[in-house]
Structure formats: structure tokens, C-alpha cells
């Protein structure tokens, strides 16, 4: 119990064990009354005794509220929360716990044992108990001071009532529908703030302050309460509400609540009578009797409660036997059950109070931290109970199976794109793990934390820069160590430059040094609003971090959840609800407040249906096997639970960050749900240097999405997910382009693929080929890119055409010069090699070598090497397909390679001869 609310009551009783108001209150109290009644007597005598009586009770009575006070009064209530169904319980917020009942449903046992107790002439008396006042005034004028009280239980319920009704007060003007970004804020702060900070003590200063004035004022209410509330009805409106409202200690306000909480009683009338007893004599001294607060448990109680059965059986409400069998009944035998605090998602349901009060603060309460849980509403969320076990367990088993790497935390975030209705929440690995620094469990990543979310951010990039008309699907970059400026040369995750290759290639296998070219062709400034039009966080915020060029690499920290949420513009074919945990609300009184088909978050339009397609497209190809060999295979999902059946046309996009302190994984079945992972230490401890998302949290994605979605739960109505799709939306047009330039197909540029264009943005006919290969540096200046790209396309295509293929220096270390350093190149995950391209050939002075004519029937090239013949003992770099420069160290001036090819290859003709001839003598 708060100390105000003991305070008030102990006041309330009139101190009747203990003696702080000093000599002086009680003279002057027991003077008053005398002044008070010798007026009245002398003026009664002289003006008669009803036109003096008459005159002092206007005099007190003329500002006093209405006496039908109990009428509307809406006493502190606690806050259910339930999950989807509204079957299963996961939260119980209060800052009182308290449920109201009825007196009808009230024991008889429970009803006696409190008038017995607390005022023996309650069904009788007018309000005020004439007898015990002037007992008590006999005793505090001996004693000089106050030693016995004499307030009724009508009189403890104004003060009670009284107060409570004059701070429920409300605003008229709701509040402004405030953004996602802004919301989301708003429900991070709520969760953070504490218990302490929401439910302060209620200010009980209804006729309190003025000492006699206001004892006087107290008196004439309570007769014109009980007048307004006649006969046997009345009192058991009285006697309801102070069943309702007085403490029992253990932080039960209620009668209700006292019998769960001490007795784990759901059904109050099932109380014996010895608990009834128990219960009864707690008010008094709820401190002092609670058996769980008293360093003597339950012996002062069990003394306190015999005191009450005694007084039952002296009013005639029990028999002796009643009487002695209760009196014999141990504080074990009572079966003592002491209710714990009902939490059972903890950190879901802490993001459902954050939001329940933004939403009660548009609907105009004033103080809606508290009046959520004090307004006895029930909430009914979006959460999918059995779906979250399941989501848990999965978190649970990969952080486990991962530990050796040094994962120890993990979070995941589940949205149904159609309605963003949060179907699944898990905060973090475990809850109750305190004692970790790398867990820290009741720290909510998913809802409080914003992590580094690394390539995962590429998507919102690319998606920007195709809005913007910056960047197409089939844009052509180079991937090529290239300085962007302030000595800034990002490299690939697999340390290798890819050469040429279309927007799409970049993405699909999320390669760094294109995604960076492809965020300088669209600016971070757009990225970054574009970003806000998502609800992910604030352009301001982005801007902020000066993040330059490595925003699309996820260097800006953000939130799992809106991240999540930011994914639902593929799923949502460029729509996305806002992130929510509240289907609807209900009053104290079952009315519906508020519901999320009516008064929702409204939904978001970042992009065309078009521009989501192209991204979308993209994704999709990362969850196809045939279009993405990395993995794909581990990414696919199918219509049955076992891999059976058609391939989904999911979406999916991982991201690994900078030291490996974050891994994350997000992705999405169109028109249903999507899905967020993050795995991770809460301390920023990195995790083992070969753990990457494709590695560790993609399969946890995986997994939990083939559940999700092919087995029946009660967010898809118990049914399995059908197969869904996101057709291509008008303003998309599929055009052939050359592989290579991705521009319109020339004689020149051979192979062809067909992918979408946004309408009015399909490209120029290609000629970016001299001579029979293509130029890069002719292609990137003409595109009009800074000389450092033209720079590292010329070196790219030097390099192969003078076959430098391998690497020179140690590219894994962290702090070498990446100008200094060679890193090895390779072709896109499934082409074979490179198109012919124009470098310039280096020439490289070598002795001449005699030709062997036994093993040679013509001189091949000066300085020209061996092919590499795979054996079981030799493995060979990558070589470049049918349309790849071969690597060559002959001599050359910028003659197009391909003239090159026949020479080498006659060249190469002895070694394979005599390599023949070692094979067939062994």
C-alpha cells in the first residue's frame, strides 16, 4: 500500500491505536463539539431548536457535493491483457490490483465478519454512529488527546469515494494521430519508465485539511448519503463500494482481490469462513497484519481474526461451533496461495502498455500512464500465443546450437504484412537472465535497442534509388577497389572484385563495393528520407550518424521491429501498416474503445506498387535456387512443412556488420508475413569471424517461417498459408537487355536477360564495345561517374587482361592500405567468366626459350604460361568461360585481348602434350 493511502486510512480510523495528534487538536476538538452543542441547545431555546439546527447545517452543508457521490464512480481497476484469442492471460497491469464485485456475489461470511468489524450498527445507523461518537468523545476529552475513533463505513467511503471522483477528470481535445517513427518512440519511453514513475500515491484530500471543519462537513454527508441511498438497497450499494475500495494489504485493494491474492481464490464464494475473518480484520492495520510484510508471519493476524470471530458470534451472526471451529483453523489449514504478478510474454507486453497509452492519450485521458492501469480495461493484442512458443523455442535452439561461436543473445520479430499485427515477439533469448553481460535479458532488443543491421539496409537503398530514377535493375557498376573519396575503399565480404555486373547481380549477392557506387548514384540524403517515409527512424537521425556513403552498408544503428516492419513494403506490394500489438480495447464496463479496424495506424504508401515490384523481384531471386546458388537452396521455402511442393515467392535479405557484433536476417511471403531476426551479444561482444547471417540467423529465419506458414495458427484463421505471389503491378514493363551492360541489346553484347524496367525508364541501345570488347572505362565515363570509378575500371580490365587474377598482400588484415593491396578476382556467383574486355596489355620482358622439338611442334608466345589442368592433387583459380580473357604475360599495347586468345592456346599445347605423357607413363 502506498504510505499516503495507509496514512489516510489510519486517519480515516481516527488513530485508533496510536496518539499523534498532540493535546491541543483533542481539547479543541472536544470544545467544538461542546460550543457546537450548547448553540444549538440555548439557540433552540430562544429561536427554537429546528431554526438553530437549521442554520448551523446550511452553514457546513453549503459547499458539499451531491449526495449521490457512489453514482458513477469508477474505482481503480486493474489492466488484463490477453493474447489474440482473449483466452489466455499474459499481463495484469495496476496500480492497485483490484477487481471489482458486486455485492450479490459478495458471501454472507464476508459481509458480516467487515460490519461486525468495522461499524456494528451499519444497517442500522443514519450514516454517522451517535453512540461510539460520543464514546470516543468521552475517551479522547479523558485522555486529552485521540485515543479511539468513531468514523462508520459510510464515512471511510466518501473520503475514499470523494477523492477518487475529483482526480478522475478528463481532456476534452484528444490528441494528434502522432507518426510511426514518433509512436515508436513514445512505446520505447513508456516501457522504460517505472512503476514508481506511473502510479504515484492518490491524493485522498477530499474533506481533509481543516480539522473540525471539515470532521463536521464529513458528518452531515454521510447522513445525506445514507438518506440518498434508503433502505436495504442503499446500504448495500455502501457496503459494495467499501468492499471495492479498502486495502488488505499485499497489494490487494478489494475484497476480491485479497481472496485471490491470499488465498488463490478465483471464486470469492468459495471463502470459508475462517478466511472471511482473516480477511475482515486486515484493514485495520493492513501493514501490520499482512503474514508476507510481518517479520512474525501470520501469528498477529490469526490473534486479529479470532478478535473478529469473536465479535461475529458476540452480534449473533455465528454459532459457538461456527465459532470455535473457525478459531481452530491453523494459518496452514486456511490453504495460503499467495499470487504472484501475472507476466507471461513480459517484454510483449510491456510494448502493449506503450502503445495502450498513446492510444488512451488520443482519446483524450489526461494522464494515460496510469489510467492504464488503473481504468480496469481489457485488451485484447494481436499476439499469437502458440506461434510465440514456437518462435521462442527456435531462438532458444540456434543461439544454443550457435554458442560456440559466441552467440548468446538473439531476437526475432514476426508482422502480418496485411493488417501489421505483431504475431510473434520474442525480445530477447531469455528474459530472466539477468547475471549475463551478453544476454542482459530484460532488455528488449526487438522493442528498445537499435542495433547495426549491415546489408540488410541494401534493400531500403536500392529501392530508394529506383523511386528516384537513379538506378535501374539492370544499372551496370563495376565492382573494383575503388576510392570514394577521404581514402574511404570498401571491400566485398569475400574480399573478391567482381568486374562488371548489373544492379540486380549486386544485390542478390550483396556485394558491397557496387551497393556503394549505387548509394553515391542516389545520395544518402534521399536514402535517408526515404527511410523516414518508412517509419524506420527520422531523417535527422540518419543524417545525424554522418554515415556518407556506408548507409547502405547498415552503419546506422535502428530498431528490429521497424526494420521489420520497413520489409513489409515487398510484402505489402508497397503498402506497410505500422508495426501494432492491440486489436482492440474494452472499458471497465466491456464498451470498445478503441479497435484496430477502425481507429488503426493509418497505413503508409512509401512506394508504388511498381517500385516495390523491382526490389521485390530482386529478393525473390534469393529464395530461388536457380537464380541464386549461394544460397537459395537454404532460403527456398514450399507449400508443405516437410519441402514438399511448390517453391514460395519469398523474399529475403541477410546482414552481417563490421566485426561481427550483429547478424541479421529479414524476409517475407507476399501478402502475409514477415519476418526479423537479429543474433548478437547485448554487449557488442563480437561473435566468431566466420559467422555470417547466410550462416547463423537466415537459418533460424528459415526455420521459423516454414512453421509459421505451413502449419495452422490462429493469426491465418487455423489455416495453412496458401501460396501467394506479387504479380507484376502495372507500370513494370519486362525488356530484354544485353547481361553484361544492361543496356538495349546490340549485335554486339551477346547474351540477353530479360528483367523488369519501371515504364519510361528502359535503356539506350547499347555500345559500349570497341573493336569486339567491352570498355569500362569508355561505358563508366560516358555514364558520367567520377574519375576514381573510371580509374578502377581501367585496372580492373588491365588486370585481366594481363591475367592477374590472384591477389598480392595480406588482404585479411584488417589494417592494411586496401591501395596498396591486390585482391583476387572472380566472376558472379554462376557466370563462368567475363566478357572480352579492352585492357591494355603490359608488356613483360623474358629470356627467350629454346623450344623443345621433341615435345613442341611450334614456339608458343614469349613469357606465355601453362594452362592449369585440374587434377586429384592441383586445384586452379577460377578461369574465366568462353567469352573470358585468359590470363597471359605476354607482350600487348592495347590491342583487344581476344586476338591474344589463339596464340596462348597454341602456346599451351606443348605442356598439355607433355602432361599427357606423365599421366599415360604413371
Known amino acids: 500500500m502506498h504510505p499516503a493511502m495507509q496514512r489516510r486510512r489510519h486517519r480515516l480510523m481516527i488513530r485508533r491505536t496510536t496518539s499523534r495528534s498532540g493535546r491541543r487538536k483533542g481539547v479543541t476538538t472536544a470544545l467544538l463539539v461542546v460550543a457546537i452543542s450548547f448553540v444549538a441547545l440555548i439557540g433552540g431555546s430562544v429561536l427554537g431548536t429546528g431554526g438553530a439546527m437549521f442554520a448551523a447545517y446550511n452553514y457546513f452543508a453549503a459547499d458539499l457535493p451531491a449526495p449521490n457521490i457512489l453514482d458513477g464512480i469508477q474505482l481503480p481497476q486493474s489492466t488484463l491483457v490477453y493474447d489474440r484469442t482473449g483466452k489466455t492471460l ?82 476534452s481535445a484528444p490528441s494528434p494521430v502522432p507518426s510511426a517513427q514518433a509512436q515508436a518512440e513514445a512505446q520505447a519511453q513508456a516501457q522504460a519508465k517505472s512503476v514508481v514513475d506511473v502510479c504515484k500515491p492518490p491524493e485522498l484530500a477530499f474533506l481533509s485539511g481543516h480539522g473540525y471543519v471539515d470532521k463536521i462537513k464529513e458528518n452531515i454527508l454521510a447522513l445525506q448519503v445514507t438518506a440518498a441511498y434508503p433502505g436495504r438497497a442503499g446500504k448495500e450499494k455502501i457496503l459494495e463500494t467499501y468492499l471495492n475500495l479498502i486495502f488488505y494489504g499485499n497489494g490487494s485493494y478489494g475484497i476480491k482481490a485479497a481472496a485471490a491474492n491470499y488465498f488463490g481464490l478465483t471464486d470469492l464464494r468459495k471463502i470459508t469462513l475462517a478466511q472471511a475473518a482473516f480477511l475482515a480484520g486486515i484493514p485495520q492495520q493492513p501493514t501490520t497484519f499482512d503474514p508476507y510484510q510481518n517479520p512474525n508471519g501470520a501469528k498477529p493476524v490469526i490473534v486479529r481474526r479470532n478478535q473478529v470471530l469473536d465479535s461475529m458470534l458476540a452480534n449473533n451472526y455465528i454459532t459457538k461451533a461456527q465459532h470455535d471451529k473457525a478459531v481452530a483453523t491453523t494459518w496452514k489449514q486456511m490453504h495460503p496461495s499467495r499470487v504472484s504478478s501475472i507476466l507471461k510474454e513480459p517484454q510483449f507486453s510491456f510494448r502493449v502498455e506503450g502503445e495502450a497509452e498513446q492510444i488512451l492519450a488520443r482519446l483524450g485521458y489526461k494522464n494515460p500512464a496510469q489510467e492504464f492501469r488503473t481504468g480496469g480495461f481489457r485488451v485484447i493484442t494481436t499476439l499469437d500465443y502458440g506461434l510465440q512458443q514456437t518462435a521462442k523455442a527456435e531462438v532458444v535452439k540456434w543461439v544454443n546450437q550457435l554458442k560456440p561461436k559466441n552467440v548468446n543473445n538473439g531476437a526475432l520479430v514476426a508482422l502480418n504484412s496485411a493488417t501489421g499485427e505483431i504475431i510473434a ?37 536500392y529501392t530508394s534509388a529506383f523511386q528516384s530514377r537513379k538506378v535501374n535493375v539492370a544499372t551496370m557498376l563495376v565492382d573494383a577497389t575503388t576510392n570514394f573519396g577521404r581514402n574511404y575503399i570498401p571491400q566485398n565480404a569475400d574480399l573478391n572484385q567482381h568486374g562488371p555486373l548489373l544492379a540486380m547481380d549486386a544485390l542478390h549477392y550483396s556485394l558491397n563495393v557496387p551497393s ?19 517509419g524506420l527512424a527520422t531523417h535527422d537521425y540518419f543524417m545525424g550518424q554522418d554515415p556518407g556513403l556506408t548507409l547502405t552498408l547498415g552503419s546506422v544503428p535502428v530498431n528490429l521491429t521497424l526494420a521489420t516492419q520497413a520489409y513489409e513494403m515487398f510484402a505489402g506490394r508497397g503498402t506497410i501498416h505500422p508495426a501494432t500489438t492491440i486489436r482492440e480495447i474494452r472499458d471497465r464496463d466491456g464498451r470498445l474503445v478503441y479497435s484496430l479496424d477502425d481507429d488503426g495506424p493509418r497505413p503508409l504508401k512509401p512506394v508504388t506498387p511498381a517500385e516495390a515490384y523491382l526490389t ?123 547481361r553484361w551492360t544492361g543496356l538495349a541489346p546490340s549485335p554486339a553484347c551477346g547474351r540477353t536477360v530479360t528483367v523488369p524496367f519501371l515504364d519510361g525508364t528502359q535503356p539506350q541501345t547499347d555500345d559500349s564495345w570497341s573493336n569486339g570488347c567491352l570498355d569500362l572505362v569508355k561505358f563508366v565515363r560516358e555514364q558520367g561517374r567520377p574519375d576514381p570509378w573510371a580509374t578502377a575500371a581501367k585496372t580492373f580490365e588491365d588486370r585481366i587482361v594481363n591475367g592477374q587474377w590472384g591477389s598480392s598482400g595480406n588482404i585479411k588484415d584488417p589494417n592494411a592500405d586496401p591501395a596498396k593491396l591486390k585482391y583476387p578476382i572472380a566472376p558472379i556467383p554462376g557466370e563462368r567468366g567475363f566478357p572480352a574486355l579492352c585492357g591494355v596489355r603490359v608488356a613483360t620482358p623474358h629470356p627467350s626459350r629454346t623450344p623443345n622439338p621433341k615435345r613442341s611442334r611450334g614456339p608458343g608466345p614469349s613469357g606465355s604460361l601453362p594452362i592449369c589442368i585440374p587434377t586429384r592433387k592441383v586445384t586452379c583459380p577460377p578461369q574465366p568461360g568462353a567469352t573470358a580473357a585468359a590470363p597471359s604475360d605476354g607482350t600487348g599495347s592495347g590491342v583487344p585481348i581476344t586476338l591474344f586468345a589463339i596464340p596462348a592456346i597454341a602456346g599451351a599445347i606443348p605442356y598439355l602434350r607433355r602432361y599427357l605423357a606423365r599421366v599415360h607413363r604413371r
Open 90 to 171: 499474459l499481463a495484469r497491469f495496476e496500480c492497485q490490483n483490484r477487481e471489482s464485485v458486486v455485492f450479490r456475489d459478495v458471501p454472507k461470511w464476508v459481509v458480516d465478519a467487515t460490519v461486525a468489524t468495522e461499524d456494528k450498527t451499519f444497517w442500522s445507523n443514519s450514516g454517522v454512529d451517535l453512540n461510539a461518537t460520543i464514546r470516543a468523545f468521552l475517551a479522547n476529552a479523558a485522555a486529552g488527546h485521540i485515543v479511539q475513533g468513531a468514523s462508520t463505513i459510510t464515512q471511510q467511503v466518501i473520503k475514499y469515494a470523494g477523492s477518487i471522483k475529483e482526480a478522475q477528470a478528463k481532456v
Open 425 to 461: 515477439y520474442v525480445g530477447s533469448v531469455d528474459y530472466y537472465n539477468r547475471k549475463d553481460p551478453r544476454v542482459q535479458g530484460q532488455f528488449d532488443v526487438a522493442g528498445l535497442g537499435r542495433r547495426q543491421i549491415g546489408s540488410a539496409f541494401k534493400p531500403i537503398t
Open 516 to 534: 556503394v557506387q549505387v548509394q553515391y548514384l542516389v545520395s544518402p540524403d534521399v536514402t535517408a528520407h526515404f527511410a523516414e517515409k518508412l
Open 616 to 738: 521485390h523481384w530482386i529478393l525473390e531471386g534469393n529464395t530461388d535456387p536457380a537464380r541464386n546458388i549461394y544460397w537459395g537452396v537454404t532460403s527456398k521455402l514450399t507449400t508443405r512443412l516437410n519441402g514438399g511442393g511448390a517453391r514460395r515467392h519469398a523474399g529475403v535479405k541477410t546482414g552481417t556488420t563490421n566485426n561481427f557484433r550483429d547478424v541479421t536476417t529479414f524476409g517475407y511471403l507476399p501478402g502475409s508475413i514477415v519476418t526479423g531476426v537479429w543474433m548478437g551479444n547485448n554487449n557488442q561482444q563480437p561473435m566468431a569471424d566466420n559467422l555470417f547471417a547466410a550462416t547463423g540467423p537466415l537459418y533460424l529465419w528459415h526455420e521459423f517461417m516454414n512453421l509459421a506458414i505451413n502449419k495452422p495458427w490462429d493469426w491465418n484463421g487455423k489455416k495453412i498459408v496458401p501460396q501467394t505471389d506479387f504479380p507484376e503491378p502495372s507500370g513494370v514493363t519486362m525488356t530484354s537487355v544485353c
